[in-house]
Each structure stands twice: as C-alpha cells, then as structure tokens.
C-alpha cells in the first residue's frame, strides 16, 4: 500500500512574459504534480498581476 503524498512533489510556476519584459517583478504560483504521471514539465495559462492578464507560466527548476 502507497504512503499518502507519495509521488506527489511540489512545483513553481514563473511568469514567462515577465521574465523577458523589463517590468519589475515576476508572478510566481506554486502547486504540486505527481513525477509519475507527468515527467515533462508544465505550462499553464495563470493570471499575471503584473500585467494585468492571463500568461503563459513554467515550470522552473
């Protein structure tokens, strides 16, 4: 029988428009995702308080 939260890790999500743009300060979120169901890292449309709208978030290291 599994442990609970076993396989789950937690992530970071970074704003990638931010990141390249000049505008100080990036919009960060973190959440969790199971290793072993999704391998390859995540990218979500998130709201981006700095610029006001939805973005394109990674996933960072």
Known sequence: MAKKGQGRVVIHLECTT????????????????????????????????FERKQTKHKETK
Do not use: F, M, W
């Open 18 to 49: 931010c990141r390249e743009s000049g505008i100080p300060g990036v919009s960060r979120y973190s959440t969790q995702k199971n290793k072993k169901n999704t391998s390859a890292r995540i990218e979500l449309n998130k709201y981006c308080r």
